[in-house]
């Protein structure tokens, strides 16, 4: 029976759960946990010839415990850069950078947003686009009343997932614009590889305990990692 919406991300699955179809996968990708276990994400065709998709990650739409999994797998990864306080990137990242600051023991996270308040300042924004509303232009925006939380103190940026790198450079390039340079950045999922080349000059400073490969339909009609 195909699989309906609602009933991926909703459970992680034990190690060999999911194993790849011969012909190719079907409707869902499993994306592996640093522990072996798996999550099972739809696959979404992008916008185009329809030959080119991707493993999505919807957070706010997966059960607790699936948010709670990721969360802590991402707790894990900021500890030895041992951050003082968490930046959560809008609008999937905020939950995460929420349960995250928790599971470091702080007491809240910094929130960046995309709505203007009318004491925001230009100087403190950036554009920014994603792969996901790719014909919706958004500014990100650091409420400058934050500023306090972050200067001299060891930050951490925290998003959903990082596809092509356009919407984390843009916060880079925001954060830069206020003095602040991350020590780490951790995403709950890396999508293929094309975040690589935007983010080349801080590769060595991003981590996700989830990843998945950018999908090419082949000829059958399934779908392959992209080669």
């Known amino acids: 029976m195909p699989l309906v919406p ?10 060999g759960t999911h194993l790849q179809p011969p012909q190719g996968w079907v409707e869902g990708f499993p994306a592996i ?12 065709v992008l916008p185009g010839d329809g030959t080119a998709a991707v493993a999505s990650l919807i ?8 948010e709670d999994a990721i969360s802590a797998a991402m707790a894990d990864l900021l500890r030895p850069h041992a951050p003082d306080v968490v930046i959560g ?14 599971r470091l023991g702080h007491d809240r996270m910094v929130a960046l947003g995309t709505s203007r308040k009318f004491w925001y300042r230009d100087e403190f924004s950036a554009p920014m ?17 934050s500023l306090p939380l972050l200067e001299g103190r060891r930050v951490a940026v925290v998003d ?12 880079l390039k925001l954060l830069g614009q206020a003095g602040i340079e991350p020590v780490a950045i951790v995403a709950a999922m ?7 080349e935007p983010l080349r ?20 009609g399934y779908w392959d990692a992209e080669s």
Do not use: C
């Not at 957070?59 to 699936?66: K, M």
């Not at 959903?160 to 916060?171: C, Y």
């Not at 996700?208 to 000829?219: E, G, T, V, W, Y």
């Open 6 to 15: 609602h009933q991926f991300w909703q459970a992680i699955d034990a190690e």
């Open 33 to 44: 946990l640093p522990d072996g276990r798996q999550l099972l994400l739809p696959i979404r």
């Open 59 to 66: 957070i706010n739409q997966a059960s607790f415990a699936v």
């Open 89 to 102: 990137v809008p609008t999937l990242g905020l939950p995460l950078a929420n349960n995250v600051a928790r």
């Open 129 to 145: 686009s994603s792969i996901t509303s790719p014909t919706q232009q958004k500014t990100i925006y650091l409420d400058p009343r």
């Open 160 to 171: 959903d997932v990082i596809s092509s790198g356009t919407s984390m450079a843009a916060v």
């Open 190 to 196: 890396l999508q293929g590889k094309r975040w690589q």
């Open 201 to 220: 000059d801080w590769r060595d400073r991003i981590a996700a305990p989830l990843a998945s490969p950018r999908l090419q339909l082949n000829a059958a």
